[in-house]
């Protein structure tokens, strides 16, 4: 019995093992392979078409317009617009200058410039307008000497203008 399983074995094993032979291909019978093939239409329509891709912006698009730029004399970051809640008179000349210096990231420059910067933290819904900032909070910033800008989530956020109580419930 043992003898019939490998004799069974060894004559399916070498049918197994190796690939049927076939008659060698002429580059001739290659090419008019290729020609017929679905996949050789595509790959020379794609060798045809050689589109490049553009993307296309509007003239006065740029980062630095759409932010507010914060600096030090040697350093600088960008906040967007509205972001900037308040600045006294004698810190005026630290927002919206050109961006010269070394960019910082926001937290690097925060953390620099804690003398004269101070953040308010809103919510989602005062950055969108739905809520109003607390009236507290802006009698107080009048009475700062820093510049207040306000973050969410530790982040610079803009801030839309509060939407009147009556637009708010019409826009539900």
């Not at 000349?93 to 933290?121: D, Y």
Request: charged share 20%; no cysteine; proline share 6%.
């Amino acid at each position: 019995m043992k003898s019939t399983i490998a004799l069974l074995l060894a004559w399916s094993g070498g049918a197994i093992a190796a690939p049927t032979m076939s008659d060698p291909v002429t580059p001739e019978e290659m090419a008019q392979r290729q020609q017929v093939s679905p996949a050789s239409s595509i790959q020379k329509a794609q060798a045809s078409t050689t589109v490049e891709a553009k993307v296309e912006r509007a003239g006065e698009q740029s980062i630095i317009q759409q932010s507010d730029i914060l600096h030090d004399g040697k350093n600088w970051t960008l906040v967007p617009k509205g972001a900037v809640l308040h600045v006294p008179a004698q810190m005026a000349p630290r927002v919206g200058a050109k961006p010269l210096g070394t960019l910082l990231s926001w937290n690097e420059f925060l953390a620099a410039n804690r003398a004269w910067i101070s953040t308010e933290e809103i919510s989602f819904e005062q950055a969108a307008g739905k809520k109003p900032l607390n009236e507290d909070h802006k009698e107080y910033w009048t009475t700062q000497t820093k510049v207040i800008v306000a973050t969410h989530q530790g982040g610079p956020i803009s801030v839309r203008p509060a939407l009147s109580e009556a637009a708010v419930t019409a826009n539900k």
